[in-house]
């Protein structure tokens, strides 16, 4: 396990039976809850690959890579242990080129620094 895989296994152990954190995994659609399905794939420097897998409103860090993400992260691991520490997040670290998003939508990749910030403010 590497040092990004390592600081985001700690957010994810917090994430689930939070309550205001699942309340992020799921939207409001013509007033029926959908649950956000989503599998964040990050492939970063100087680390195996890992992935987030968000479904039924819980969170789960895996090693290794997902057959067909919806998001994947590539860049430098350090950027993604900053954002786990609070000292950043998924917006900053891509306007300064830390780290891309090379597959899926960057508006998932914000949704998922607001998961990260309810659980550092819990902490």
Same mark, same amino acid.
């Given at each position: ?6 600081? /985001?296994?700690?957010? +994810?152990?917090?994430?689930? =039976?939070?309550?205001? +954190?699942?309340?992020?995994?799921? $939207? ?15 492939? /970063?420097?100087?680390? @195996?690959?890992?992935?987030?897998? +968000?479904?039924?409103?819980? !969170?789960?860090?895996?090693? =290794? $890579?997902?057959? @067909? ?6 860049? @430098?691991?350090? !950027? ?8 950043? @997040?998924?917006?900053? !670290? ?7 998003? $090379?597959? =899926?939508?960057?508006?998932? +990749?914000?949704? /998922?620094?607001? !998961?990260? $910030? ?6």
């Amino acid at each position: 396990m590497g040092i990004a895989s390592e600081s /985001l296994s700690k957010i +994810v152990e917090i994430m689930s =039976g939070n309550a205001k +954190v699942e309340a992020v995994f799921f $939207t409001n659609i013509g007033g029926k809850e959908v649950d956000w399905d989503m599998i964040f794939q990050f492939n /970063l420097d100087n680390e @195996d690959s890992f992935y987030l897998k +968000v479904k039924g409103r819980k !969170a789960e860090l895996i090693n =290794g $890579t997902a057959s @067909d993400p919806n998001i994947i992260i590539t860049g @430098d691991n350090n !950027a993604i242990v900053k954002i786990c520490n609070g000292k950043g @997040d998924f917006t900053h !670290a891509i306007s300064r080129e830390e780290i891309k998003v $090379t597959k =899926g939508k960057i508006i998932e +990749v914000i949704r /998922l620094t607001r !998961a990260i $910030t309810l659980v550092l403010k819990t902490k």
